[in-house]
Every structure is written in C-alpha cells, then in structure tokens.
T-cell receptor, first 116, second 116 residues
C-alpha cells in the first residue's frame, strides 16, 4: 500500500513568486491536512480538505490556499512568496473525516521550500 | 484552543537504556486524543502511539509506552531499550473529538540522540 506522496521534495523560489505543492494521500483516504514546519514556529496547521471541501483553516494569510480534487489529491498554493515562507510543508492523510480521535494521520516526507 | 508543551532540552541517551519524553497539554475538550510522532532527519512524521482521553489503560506499542496522567494533563512517552535508529525529533500532538476535526496541535518537540 503506497504511503502519502508529496511532490516536489525540494523547491527554491524567489521572493514574490508563487508556488504549488502537491499531495497524494493513501488510497481511500478522503481527508488531507497541510502543516507548515519552521524552526521558530514549529508545526502549524494550515488547512484541511475533506471530499473536495475545505473544512478547517488555520491562522494563515490569504496568500496560502489549497484545493482537493475528486481523487482526494490535494494541492496547496502560496502566492507572493516571502522569505518567511521558507519551511517544510507536510501533508497528512486520514481515513475518516468524522472527528474520531483515534484516527491516525499518515504524513508524507514533506516539501522543503526555500525562498530567496 | 489546545496547547501542547514540550520543554525538555536535547537529550543524549545511551543505547539500550530507556528514555522518557515529557508532554503536558491543555484543552477544554472533554474527549480528545493524544499522539506521539517521530521525525527523523528525512522529515517524515512517523506515528508511534495513541492514547484516548477515556482510555483507562496506558497505551503500549512495542518499545513505546505512554504514561497518561489525565488529572495532571500529562502524556509522557517512554522508549525502552533505545536503539541508534531512535535518534530523531519526537513530537507530542493532540486532537479534540468533534465532528469534522482532523486538526492536530503539536508541541515544539524533543530532540533525542542515542549514543553507542
């Protein structure tokens, strides 16, 4: 069974550009969540998609957006990149989206974004 | 809001010894789940163990056990018989139990280095 796949693994972008990251969840998982990890702020929740709908959103500016396709694959987009957007972006997929607390989140290896 | 606190500095552990990683949490949810993840230098978050707030027994998964003290709001991870491959960052996380919530709140993490 394939795990969560994130592409690309590494990205270098220039300030002001935009970027799109992709996440393919485990087959059958309909919930996809995105997290930003930086040394200063740690792991912060960006948003969650379930059945093509954004269900939860963290405290990030509107430059951060996402979407989910009918096959549950998800993309996140960051527009007008800033130096502070440099981070490891992690995607997690879950089997059920019904708030069951023991629903394990499976993570991908992340996309490491560097903004110069 | 949910808050996870991990305050231990980086730890050096002798191979084959046990290590305890501290985690305290704060939440207003009556029902919640607590998770521990391992993050090696590759970046992937690896699920280790889960404890539900209503579980009466402490969770165990192989060499990992969770010392859950609900009244003290602590969920410490114990790794027995440390191995060199246990060198990584360890994150405590929690999620409240309500419909449509797959949002994990993470602590800042504990760095563990296992030495031979």
């Amino acid at each position: 069974k394939a795990g969560v796949t994130q592409t690309p693994r590494y990205l270098i972008k220039t300030r002001g550009q935009q970027v799109t990251l992709s996440c393919s969840p485990i087959s059958g998982h309909r919930s996809v969540s995105w997290y930003q990890q930086t040394p200063g702020q740690g792991l912060q929740f960006l948003f969650e998609y379930f059945s093509e709908t954004q269900r939860n959103k963290g405290n990030f500016p509107g430059r951060f957006s996402g979407r989910q396709f009918s096959n549950s694959r998800s993309e996140m987009n960051v527009s007008t990149l800033e130096l502070g957007d440099s981070a490891l972006y992690l995607c997690a997929s879950s089997l059920e989206g019904q708030g069951a607390v023991n629903t394990e989140a499976f993570f991908g290896q992340g996309t490491r974004l560097t903004v110069v | 809001a949910q808050k996870i606190t991990q305050t231990q500095p980086g730890m050096f552990v002798q191979e084959k010894e046990a290590v305890t990683l501290d985690c305290t949490y704060d939440t207003s949810d009556q029902s919640y789940g607590l998770f521990w993840y391992k993050q090696p230098s590759s970046g992937e978050m690896i699920f280790l163990i889960y404890q539900g707030s209503y579980d009466e027994q402490n969770a165990t998964e192989g060499r990992y056990s969770l010392n859950f003290q609900k009244a003290r709001k602590s969920a410490n991870l114990v790794i027995s018989a440390s191995q060199l491959g246990d060198s990584a960052m360890y994150f405590c996380a929690m999620r409240g139990s309500y419909y449509g919530n797959n949002r994990l709140a993470f602590g800042k993490g504990n760095q563990v280095v296992v030495i031979p």
